[in-house]
């Protein structure tokens, strides 16, 4: 069996494999909230232990596990001291507080916002790690950078963005490539830890976003990955990486020469459907019993729900209306107009996606979206496209064992590994695409007329 796990904003899902990609366990564990002073990195070491011993709980025999890979969230770092000890709570992605180092890394803005916020611990730092490479370290004792591939590295950081921006070289692990051999193996503290055998080999995956595209076999033109968490993104392999004000263009994950990924990045999917669940009392609910409720409502009958009138449009949840609300709509009639905006969101997204990309051959869902079958669904008939379902929702998962059997030998290339892995569960073809083009047609005309609205009642909330 091989272990792959994912460490996620909120929770540590991970799922043990056979060598053909059957999965045989699966489990997935929330972890703490923030403390006041921020995420302190040894939460993800403890979830994976934690899970170890619900798995053997269950009957599970650690002994057979022969590999271990890890993704993660980012960007996200930590600092360690030079006694490899984190010097303080991680790094995360989300943090607001970003600093302004130049050049296109997604991490060194992070990385200097720490400089300048904390100069003292900053000092003391001998190393940074991503999410993923931390737990790589804990239970191996190496210290490296995971990488797709070279293209990919500016996007992390190279020598020469670290010399522009007055980094000192020293605190920047080496990279270890995605489909190479690991040189890293779960060492006796490792091994007392987790209790898998020791000396077995460790892959780190890097980002989930490299694995979720991997998993979900989207490795070829015209297969869209919808990857979704607290937010959302559209993913789909474009001939070139020009700019764009909606669309983010990164090296695909394939690493094949020329290829590269576009992203539509709607930040607060995951964000807004947990607001509502809050907002309406259904936060300790489980996702099915609110599903179940909004299955149940009327779809001609609901408010409209505008997540943002910002000039943006409806990429973050700021600023939003509610328009229509009637006496007698209750929580679930709400629900449906929230899930009907996000699809909007996305219709709008895949658009943009399908001029740099081409059309759309299938869309492929992850994530626990993929287990709700009203919004696949309703995403379906939204989007006028087939939703494929997969085997192994939780794509970044069978991503990790992607890259393990690739390192290990067992296929040439990741796309290789990628396609012969994949398997759908399910098709879902669009049978009402012409109600939700007529009322998308509506609801922009609606966007579009009461934007002049909310900048006047901007305008008029303003102090005095």
């Known amino acids: 069996m091989i272990l792959t796990v994912d460490i996620g904003t909120t929770s540590l899902k991970g799922g043990l494999f056979s060598d053909d990609g059957d999965l045989s366990y699966y489990d997935r564990l929330v972890l703490p ?33 022969k590999g271990i890979v890890i993704s993660g969230h980012g960007p996200t770092l930590v600092p360690l001291d030079r006694h490899g000890r984190a010097l303080g709570p991680a790094l995360m992605w989300y943090d607001a507080r970003k600093g302004t180092a130049k050049g296109p890394s997604l991490y060194l803005p992070l990385v200097d916002s720490y400089r300048l916020s904390k100069p003292n611990l900053f000092e003391k730092t001998d190393c940074l790690l991503g999410c993923s490479e931390y737990i790589l370290y804990r239970l191996t004792g190496e210290k490296l950078t995971v990488s797709s591939g070279e293209p990919f590295n500016p996007y992390i950081w ?54 979720s595209l991997l998993g979900a076999g989207a490795v070829e033109p015209g297969v869209v990955c919808d990857r979704a968490g607290t937010s959302e ?55 099915r019993r609110t599903m ?12 409209d729900f505008f997540p943002s009138l910002n000039d943006g449009g409806l990429w973050e949840f700021s600023g939003g209306m509610l328009l229509g609300l009637e006496p007698g709509m209750d929580r679930f009639e709400l629900g449906r107009s929230v899930l009907e905006a996000i699809g909007y969101a996305l219709k709008r997204g895949l658009s943009i ?35 494929e ?67 006047s009642y901007g305008n008029l909330i303003r102090p005095l």
């Open 233 to 287: 993104g559209l993913n789909v392999i474009v001939p070139t990486g020009r700019n764009h004000d909606h669309v983010r263009f990164l090296p695909h994950p394939s690493a094949r020469e020329g290829v590269w990924n576009g992203s539509i990045i709607l930040s607060s999917t995951g964000a807004l459907f947990e607001w509502y669940r809050r907002l309406t009392g259904q936060d300790s609910w489980t996702y």
């Open 158 to 211: 190279t020598d020469e963005s670290l010399s522009v921006n007055g980094f000192d070289s020293r605190i920047f692990p080496p990279y270890r490539y995605l489909g190479e051999k690991t040189e890293a193996f779960l060492s006796g503290e490792g091994a007392r830890l987790t209790g898998l055998p020791e000396g077995i080999p460790v892959y780190g995956a890097g980002s989930d976003f490299y694995t």
């Open 33 to 65: 909230k923030p403390a006041a002073d921020g995420f302190d990195p040894d939460w993800w070491v403890q979830a994976l232990a934690d899970f170890l011993k619900r798995f053997t709980g269950s009957g599970g025999d650690s002994a057979f596990v």
């Open 389 to 455: 379902v997969p085997e192994v929702a939780d794509a970044e998962l069978l991503g990790g064992l992607v890259i393990f059997l690739t390192g290990e030998g067992g296929f040439s290339s990741l796309r290789e590994g990628a396609v012969s892995l994949y398997r759908s569960r399910e098709v879902i073809e669009p049978q009402d695409a012409a109600y939700y083009r007529d009322k998308f047609s509506r609801y922009r005309e609606l966007s579009d007329g009461i934007k002049g609205l909310y900048r």
């Open 353 to 387: 996606l399908e001029e740099e990309g081409g059309p759309a051959a299938r869309i492929v869902t992850v994530g626990g979206q993929a287990k709700s079958p009203l919004w696949n669904r309703m995403k379906a008939d939204m989007l006028n496209r087939p939703i």
């Open 292 to 303: 179940e409720g909004i299955t149940g409502t009327d779809r001609n009958k609901l408010p």
